[in-house]
């Protein structure tokens, strides 16, 4: 059966690892090797040809019966987080090579080639960037990142260059999309008791550090009224900031690391330092939110007669999905029986690089609790079933549109 097989392949590429124990592939290492291979495997038996792309990517080809119809990208990534699931990512290779043997199986043949990519670098793990597999494709790695370095002084261009001369990019081919099927990564699915959604937009996202500075003293001799304590603010903000992510639907607001200095249990912490993330499906809504907090922390460090130092880290803007392809994923879902459920997803993925490249699209599947990056990842196979359904019938769409 379709569906269960997949959710097993998922388990057999899990046990392909860098570490004993537990799941970890990084950014072309030995187990990327072998996985890659695997899947390869997988995918030529799925009557695809195969190949490794001058970035590590796998690419699977299922040509088109016109060859003036261009090329549907799917796929997703197949390196991991440490200590990984087995879902996030692989998932979306395996279906989408389900579907291409699925359609075969059937004699069926879609004008559009198809090529399922499995992306080598999606969450960074070796070089700390992020979509190095998927940014190669859209053609959008620049030289800095090209210089930069792993932990053993081996950069990302000496990395890419075992792979062999040429180039990953796809641009100036006709490209009719990329679609991508992941993992939820969250609740909300298992909330609203549906098995899959179309998703919106992928959220922008704001980092900052944000720094109270007063005046450390003895926690025994200093008086309440005469301190001046960064911790006190700290803790004023941290909650603001849940206040911030509550007050309107879409935005989520966290403060993941805190800390009080100097840290000592008898000494009134003279430093506060938090980091924020922000983040919002409409880039609009997202800065005014920061803008708002940002506000808020200044007003704090006011009352108190503190000093307050605000550093943006990082800012990336929302992703729209493409609206047609969208709109082509939602009518296969209606089509199966599903629920109309559409999600902004607060998580990036390769769509995000492929963005730059082509139209993206994204059909989201339930998780077992929401839980992801943790061993603990799960998927039922009767939903894998309907996203099996549902891409299919996109392709099917597709082709007749
Ligand atoms: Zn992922």
Do not use: K
């Amino acid at each position: 059966m379709g569906a269960e097989q997949v959710v097993a392949r998922c388990r057999e590429l899990a046990r392909i690892s860098e570490e004993e124990g537990r799941l970890t592939r990084w950014f072309a290492g030995p187990a990327m090797a072998r996985a890659n291979a695997l899947v390869g495997r997988w995918m030529a038996e799925a009557g695809m040809a195969v190949r490794t792309d001058a970035a590590g990517n796998l690419v699977g080809r299922q040509p088109g019966s016109d060859a003036d119809a261009g090329t549907l990208l799917l796929g997703s990534h197949l390196d991991t987080v440490r200590d990984a699931g087995a879902f996030d990512g692989p998932l979306g290779v395996i279906a989408a090579t389900e579907c291409v043997a699925r359609l075969r199986a059937e004699e069926v043949s879609l004008p559009f080639s198809v090529d399922v990519l499995g992306f080598g670098d999606e969450e960074g793990l070796r070089f700390g960037t992020a979509y190095l597999g998927s940014r190669a494709v859209a053609g959008t790695l620049d030289r800095a990142t090209l210089n930069t370095a792993d932990d053993d002084g081996v950069t990302v261009g000496e990395a890419l260059a075992a792979f062999g001369p040429g180039e990953a990019s796809r641009r100036g081919e006709r490209l009719l999309g990329y679609v991508e099927l992941h993992i939820e990564q969250g609740p909300v699915l298992e909330q609203r008791d549906a098995p899959v959604a179309v998703v919106t937009a992928i959220a922008g996202a704001t980092r900052a550090e944000v720094r109270f500075t007063g005046r450390a003293g003895h926690a025994g001799t200093v008086p309440m009224e005469l301190r001046r304590d960064a911790a006190c603010a700290l803790a004023d903000f941290v909650l603001a900031v849940e206040v911030a992510g509550r007050s309107q639907p879409g935005l989520v607001a966290t403060v993941g690391r805190l800390a009080a200095l100097p840290g000592a249990p008898n000494v009134i912490p003279g430093e506060a330092v938090a980091s924020l993330d922000v983040r919002h499906a409409d880039d609009a809504a997202r800065n005014a939110a920061v803008a708002a907090l940002r506000e808020r922390a200044a007003a704090i460090a006011a009352a108190r007669g503190l000093e307050l130092a605000w550093e943006e880290r990082m800012a990336t803007p929302a992703v729209a999905m493409d609206p047609g392809l969208s709109e082509l994923l939602a009518a296969a879902v209606a089509a199966r029986g599903a629920p109309d459920v559409r999600l902004p997803s607060g998580a990036g993925h390769d769509a995000v690089a492929l963005s730059e490249l082509t139209a993206t699209a994204m059909l989201f599947v339930r998780c077992a609790g929401g839980v992801s990056h943790h061993p603990d990842e799960s998927v039922d196979s009767a939903d894998v079933a309907v996203a099996l359904d549902v891409l299919d019938g996109f392709l099917r769409r597709l082709a007749e549109r």
